[in-house]
């Protein structure tokens, strides 16, 4: 392997890892940085809140692995508790509606709990020592 590509992966990692954590502990001035301000970008935000669902969707079902299938639901059970602490978040600061909490943050808690029965199901398709 070139010194090229060992550092791809670690660069890449942090550059997403740099990217998530600014949007989530300074939502406000990430989002003006990237440009969305207005509502006009509010279906745009939504979409990139899909592509993750889609994402963990997909690495769940997939039977081909199922490392992965477990690892995405480990992972999707932090990306739903990390939802739910934002809307709680977002309550406390007045920025997000009691609806809009309640359905995403509920939806959220929904989520890690499914996780959760999921990972701790009996039946596990992980693969066998």
């Given at each position: 392997?070139?010194?090229?590509?060992?550092?791809?992966?670690?660069t890449f990692?942090?550059?997403?890892?740099?990217?998530?954590?600014?949007?989530?502990?300074?939502?406000?001035?990430?989002?003006?940085?990237?440009?969305?301000?207005?509502?006009h970008?509010?279906?745009?935000?939504?979409?990139?809140?899909?592509?993750?669902e889609?994402?963990l969707?997909?690495a769940?079902?997939?039977?081909?692995?199922p490392?992965l299938r477990h690892?995405?639901?480990?992972?999707?059970l932090?990306v739903?508790?990390?939802?739910?602490?934002?809307?709680?978040?977002?309550?406390?600061?007045?920025?997000?509606?009691?609806?809009?909490?309640?359905?995403?943050?509920?939806?959220?808690?929904?989520?890690?709990?499914?996780?959760?029965?999921?990972?701790?199901?009996?039946?596990?398709?992980?693969?066998?020592p």
């Amino acid at each position: 392997m070139t010194t090229s590509k060992r550092a791809l992966i670690p660069t890449f990692a942090a550059l997403r890892f740099t990217t998530g954590a600014a949007a989530w502990l300074a939502p406000n001035k990430t989002a003006r940085l990237l440009g969305l301000g207005s509502k006009h970008q509010q279906p745009f935000t939504t979409q990139l809140f899909g592509s993750r669902e889609l994402t963990l969707a997909l690495a769940i079902t997939d039977s081909a692995s199922p490392q992965l299938r477990h690892r995405a639901l480990q992972l999707g059970l932090l990306v739903d508790a990390l939802d739910v602490v934002a809307a709680v978040g977002g309550i406390r600061r007045g920025t997000l509606p009691t609806r809009a909490a309640v359905l995403t943050g509920g939806g959220a808690a929904l989520f890690a709990g499914l996780g959760v029965a999921a990972l701790t199901n009996p039946r596990r398709d992980r693969a066998r020592p």
